[in-house]
């Protein structure tokens, strides 16, 4: 059994081997793959019926279940939605497995993955991705003009 | 503005949804480069993931994976009779948490998916003084019954 608490290092594995054997094409096309298939019921449908507060909804339920420590703000009136990671469980326990090493492009998975969801609704995604080696970053999602 | 913070410490790690990305990193393997090749990617991640385990293996300490075992369920939530003998470290579970999980989300698990136990464990007990059997395996619940005996001679 993969247990779901030990998925994130079969995750950083499976990227190494879709890159040995594919290079990060590879990687990019099962991110795509994972996105329309993974987040078509959760992240794309609450945000196609509700907007900016469908991230809100998605991610307080996926962080929390995470046990992320992590800090989201949602204006609606501005049309901005963020999320100040200050402690990403994913990339930290990839961290703190010191036997094994973290797939190197492993964080890019998550602006792969939310934009092909987010941009076709009118939203734009952007993250600070500067401090992943500490298990920090940011996401602002807002509405394209 | 709605403003929304959490710790760490104030959730429990527990996100199922990862038994539903993990099938579907499976099947697209699968899909794109043959059964061979998820076999082979199971492999790579029982070797690099339960290496300490497997050293640990080697030097002959069982009790090492019934620790294991028994804190990965607890921590799944899950039910599982674990008994351990001087030879022997019998699992025996109802259902898999996995494919329950898979399945109630309305997904398949891929064909493959026993290869999770076999294969990862299969390996894990690669040239260590124990083997890894599975009895009777539900392809539909995961019900199964898993040994790590000591190797006869």
Redesign the interface.
Known sequence: ???????????S??F???EN?GGFEEVKE?WN??AD??LEE?LRKHVADMGLRGC?IYW?K??????????????E?KGEFRIEMK?C?SKGMLLE?D??EPYEKYCLHCPALYSRVLEPLGYEYTMDLSETDEARCSVLVKKKD | MEVFERKASDNKYLHRDFHISMNMLMEYICEKFGPASLTDYLKDFSREFHKRRKAELMKDRLDVLHEYFQRIYKEEEWEIKITITENELNLTQAACPGISYIREKGFDPIDQYIETYTTVYGELCEGTPYEYIMTDFCKETGACTQVFRRRVG
């Open positions: 059994m993969i247990s779901c608490t030990e998925f994130i290092p079969a995750y594995e499976g190494r081997f879709l054997k099962f793959y994972l298939r993974y959760s809100y307080k996926a962080l929390s279940e995470e046990a992320a420590d992590f800090r989201m703000t949602l204006d009136e402690r469980p497995i036997h094994m």
